[in-house]
Each structure stands twice: as C-alpha cells, then as structure tokens.
Nanobody, 123 residues
Framework: QVQLVESGGGLVQAGGSLRLSCAAS????????MGWFRQAPGKEREFVAA????????YYADSVKGRFTISRDNAKNTVYLQMNSLKPEDTAVYYC????????????????WGQGTQVTVSS
C-alpha cells in the first residue's frame, strides 16, 4: 500500500514556473514507477510524465516535453515535477500516482493516487 500527498500547486503567470512534490508513505516506494497526471475542468485525466523506479527512464506527454521535468528522490520517498514556461492550457488539478501494470500512459495502469493539487496559469 502506498499513500501519496501532492503539494506545490498554486497560481502563476504564463511563462512562470512551479515545482510539484509528491510525498509517499510506505517502504516499497522505491520499487514503483511513478507518474503525474492532470485533469482540467470538463476534460478527461491525461498523462503528463512518468519515471521508472530507478529514475533511469522518464516519459513525457508531447504537450509538456521540453518544459516539464520529472525526478525522484527515493531516500526521501518523493517524486517531483518541475514545470517551466507554463501556459494557460497547463491549468488543471495535478495528481501523482503509483504504477501497477499495463500502459504507463493510461490512468488505468496506476493503483494508488494522491488527492491532487491545483495549478492555475493566468495569461
């Protein structure tokens, strides 16, 4: 069992930056591939980024590639999402999740979810 708590969201102007954190409980955190998803009002939850348990492999949605960076610190049981050059279309609730099986790009592949943190980008 893994419990996840996101933090770091807020209001930022377009072009600005935010760093989201996801703190995990449980001794098995380091064995999980971790992902970030987001959901805007009226839209489906969409994949943002994922990172393998070792941190050696990372995956990004095309819409954030080159602007967002996912990383993790297994000693601190924490995964991060550094978001730069933010755009109004990045506005959403951001969720971190622990991968179970299946496609890492699909929310159905993730077993555990945090409660989400709101990111709002003003134009």
């Amino acid at each position: 069992q893994v419990q996840l708590v996101e933090s770091g969201g807020g209001l930022v102007q377009a072009g600005g930056s935010l760093r989201l954190s996801c703190a995990a409980s449980g001794r098995t955190f380091s064995s999980y591939t971790m992902g970030w998803f987001r959901q805007a009002p009226g839209k489906e939850r969409e994949f943002v980024a994922a990172i393998a348990w070792s941190g050696g492999s990372t995956y990004y949605a095309d819409s954030v590639k080159g602007r967002f960076t996912i990383s993790r610190d297994n000693a601190k049981n924490t995964v991060y999402l550094q978001m730069n050059s933010l755009k109004p279309e990045d506005t959403a609730v951001y969720y971190c999740a622990a991968y179970r099986k299946g496609s890492i790009y699909s929310s159905s592949g993730y077993a555990y979810w945090g409660q989400g943190t709101q990111v709002t980008v003003s134009s």
